[in-house]
């Protein structure tokens, strides 16, 4: 236990044996200190440490404290609303901070992981299947894909059951609180890592050559129908990956994934339409029964062994949310 004067002299003559102290104490409590110490403790330990420093306070003299934090959490109390207003977030009760941490700050952290690493996997791998092309006709810059098409993909095409990701849930609210592990488990940063991203590179550069590689082998006839044949197989694939990475399943998720077959159809009659130039599509070769076994088999070979893989993975070495679950 510390008090102003004495704070005063930690933090002045021994800085670094200060901090060593009060990182290894299971807990350190400082009485009768200023603001300004509050908010010049919380600095420290943000230039001293690595870690994330989350400040809590009732009071206009706590929000020094709270500004200078990673996070400030603000209890409207008695004292009134200053460190409410002045926080990143704002509870009524000193209770509230569990569920705030355990559930939403645990469920904020894995759907930021998965979207951010969704959408760079949607971006790489139309990417890799124009870097595939480009290699196969000796780097001639012709693009695959028309800009309608290339437009849809990146809106209205994948937009949908790629953001729906923001809803899922690993573990139920319950088990969240009851298993406070679950929590730290997300501190060794196994959801958003080097690691993690280049998992999810390799993905998209898989992906990628198998579809344009299974495109070109299935090559029928016209030009066109490589260009359906790879585009509807990249859609199935970008959208059954969703599928794959979903733990539970929302009705909205399922509501995205539905619309934005039905939108996508309707883009395809519209894209072949005769009003325009060539088409960007033969709406009679995605009619047949040899465009549905082509985009078929060109899926199967780029979803299944990443769902396999994972599969093993979850087996072998499972998480400890998989485990509750």
Aim: aromatic share 10%; glycine share 8%.
């Amino acid at each position: 236990m510390l008090d102003g004067p004495s704070l005063d002299v930690c933090v002045e003559f021994h800085t670094e044996l200060f901090i060593e102290v009060a990182c290894a104490a299971p807990t350190v409590v400082i009485y009768r200190c200023s603001p300004t110490q509050k908010a010049a403790t919380v600095r420290l330990l943000r230039t001293h440490t690595s870690k994330i420093i989350a400040a809590i306070g009732d009071g206009g003299n706590d929000v020094g404290m709270i500004r200078a934090a990673h996070v400030g959490i603000g209890v409207e109390g008695r004292e009134g609303k200053q460190a409410a207003l002045a926080a990143d977030f704002s509870i009524t009760q000193f209770s509230h901070v569990a569920r705030l941490v355990l559930w939403h700050g645990r469920n904020c952290y894995l759907r930021s992981a998965t979207l951010s690493q969704f959408v760079i996997h949607r971006g790489l791998i139309i990417s890799f299947i124009q870097l595939v092309f480009s290699a196969l006709f000796y780097f001639r810059p012709i693009p695959l894909y028309s800009g309608v098409l290339v437009l849809g993909y990146a809106t209205i095409f994948t937009t949908g059951p790629v953001f729906s990701l923001v809803l899922d849930e690993d573990v139920s609210e319950t088990n969240a609180m009851k298993f406070p592990e679950l929590y730290h488990e997300l501190q060794k940063r196994r959801y958003l890592s080097l690691k993690t991203f280049l998992l999810w590179a390799w993905k998209a550069l898989y992906q990628g050559g198998v579809i344009m590689l299974g495109g070109v082998v299935l090559f029928e006839q016209r030009f066109v129908h490589v260009v359906g044949i790879t585009f509807t197989a990249l859609i199935l694939t970008e959208n059954l990956m969703v599928v794959v990475e979903v733990k539970r399943w929302h009705p909205l998720m399922l509501l995205a994934q539905v619309l934005t077959l039905i939108v996508y159809v309707g883009a395809i009659i519209a894209l072949s339409s005769p009003t325009l130039v060539e088409g960007d599509l033969d709406i009679n070769f995605i009619m047949s029964v040899g465009f549905a076994w082509r985009v078929a088999l060109i899926t199967m070979a780029a979803t299944v062994p990443i769902w396999a893989v994972k599969g093993c993975a979850h087996l072998c070495s499972p998480r400890v949310a998989t485990k509750l679950s």
